[in-house]
């Protein structure tokens, strides 16, 4: 057969995952989703939605209700001001958003960079859109080397992809990180396209700073968010893209020709979403703490190496004391122990054999089965 763009690039490897967790009836912690309800508030909402008769395409950016409900909420918690009619567009899912963004921006041959490691999809994203990606490695502490960083800057850099608090890594960068890459988007006139899905997900007082609401990121700043996490609807599909109105006016044009738009009875139920009090933010931060704790005292009983992560749900360990490369022991795990998670190696373009990510986005009953199969590892 002609060889085609989808060749260039593998099956997401989070997903088949998921699948063989599933024929060897593993605990899924691979695949970052919860396995506990959504706040009856958004099911109703969506039940209600639907007895409406809001059965039919919304318009394509999304409905009236839904953006401007969330040029409040990111004006109030992220510090962003935008238009609803001209800077937000909904998405189907942060993915959407993202790969919308990318093709919107990128002209073939653009050079994209992203951190590594980096969330599986950003790898495809940027060879679906024509991009020259450019991995930039994070410090083994996750830190950020500045001379590497602004080695990898040039005349043809087009855009970097950020994401805080980050998966794999559970890293949330902080405002003096923020404000260096900024600069050196300024310099080089690059456009931050920044994915904060995890944005209400931080622990220990760690606060979440968007970039796009830094000094000079405002009209060079793409900030996507989505409701798949915060409010435990990732099959909803239900996302969004921030940004001013010449780079909403493209990705719009992009997103329209794409998926016409995202499921207009969930868009309503994501409005109720967006009304639930300020403790529902608190309570999700400490429920994660707690589920936290849990996986990371677990994963160190069954000698996993591993630190507890600053924001998301995931703990990305090391494996390298079990002796076996990633994939082979993703796979003994799944088979043998029954539990699944994800190689390290799918994070990065090279490496990450010596890593695994759990994630802990689950019921405590859940976690507790996952440690109690994980001491098998031991004997
Ligand atoms: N971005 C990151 C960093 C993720 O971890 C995930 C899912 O795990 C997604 C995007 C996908 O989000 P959505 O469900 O909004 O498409």
């Given amino acids: 057969m002609h060889p085609s763009r989808a060749d260039r690039f593998c099956e997401s490897v989070i997903r088949e995952m998921t699948r063989l967790a599933i024929s060897y009836r593993a605990v899924n912690l691979a695949q970052g989703f919860p396995d506990f309800p959504c706040p009856d508030e958004l099911k109703?909402?969506?039940?209600?939605?639907?007895?409406?008769?809001?059965?039919?395409?919304?318009?394509?950016?999304?409905?009236?209700?839904?953006?401007?409900?969330?040029?409040?909420?990111?004006?109030?918690y992220n510090h962003l001001d935008y238009n609803p009619d001209t800077g937000i567009t909904v998405t189907c899912g942060s993915t959407e958003a993202m790969m919308a963004t990318m093709l919107a921006l990128i002209v073939p041959g653009d050079r994209v960079i992203v951190p590594e490691p980096f969330y599986e999809n950003?790898?495809?994203?940027?060879?679906i859109s024509g991009a020259d990606p450019c991995f930039v490695p994070l410090g083994e502490d996750f830190s950020i080397d500045e001379e590497a960083w602004k080695e990898?800057?040039?005349e043809k850099t087009r855009a970097i992809v950020l994401n805080t608090p980050n998966n794999p890594t559970g890293k949330v960068y902080t405002i003096r990180e923020l404000r260096f890459i900024a600069d050196l988007c300024i310099?080089?006139?690059?456009?931050?396209?920044?994915?904060?899905?995890?944005?209400?997900?931080l622990y220990d007082g760690r606060t979440h700073t968007s970039i796009g609401s830094l000094d000079g990121m405002t009209d060079r700043t793409?900030?996507?968010?989505?409701?798949?996490?915060?409010?435990s609807v990732t099959g909803w599909r239900v996302g969004y893209a921030l940004a001013d109105e010449a780079l909403t006016g493209k990705i719009r044009k992009i997103h329209d020709f794409l998926t016409v738009g995202a499921p207009a009875p969930l868009q309503e139920a994501c409005i109720a979403a967006l009304g639930?009090?300020?403790?529902?933010?608190?309570?999700?931060?400490?429920?994660?703490?707690?589920?936290?704790k849990i996986l990371f005292s677990?994963?160190?009983?069954?000698?996993?190496?591993?630190?507890?992560?600053?924001?998301?749900?995931?703990?990305f360990t090391d494996i390298s004391d079990f002796h076996m490369a990633d994939r082979e022991f993703a796979e003994y795990l799944v088979k043998e122990i029954g539990v699944a998670a994800v190689p390290g190696s799918s994070f990065f373009t090279n490496g990450g054999e010596d890593r695994?990510?759990?994630t802990f986005s689950k019921k405590d009953e859940t976690l507790v089965e996952a440690c109690r199969r994980l001491k098998k590892i031991t004997g």
């Fill in 44 to 76: 109703m909402a969506a039940c209600e939605a639907i007895h409406d008769d809001i059965n039919q395409y919304a318009i394509t950016w999304g409905s009236q209700g839904l953006r401007s409900a969330l040029a409040k909420r990111v004006f109030q």
């Fill in 122 to 127: 950003y790898g495809p994203d940027t060879l």
């Fill in 152 to 154: 990898a800057f040039s």
């Fill in 187 to 201: 310099d080089y006139d690059v456009i931050a396209v920044t994915d904060e899905i995890y944005e209400h997900i």
């Fill in 222 to 231: 793409v900030t996507i968010g989505s409701f798949s996490k915060t409010y």
């Fill in 276 to 292: 639930l009090p300020e403790t529902y933010y608190m309570e999700l931060a400490s429920l994660y703490d707690r589920k936290r």
């Fill in 298 to 315: 677990g994963l160190r009983e069954a000698g996993f190496r591993c630190s507890l992560p600053e924001g998301a749900y995931y703990i």
């Fill in 356 to 358: 695994l990510r759990f």
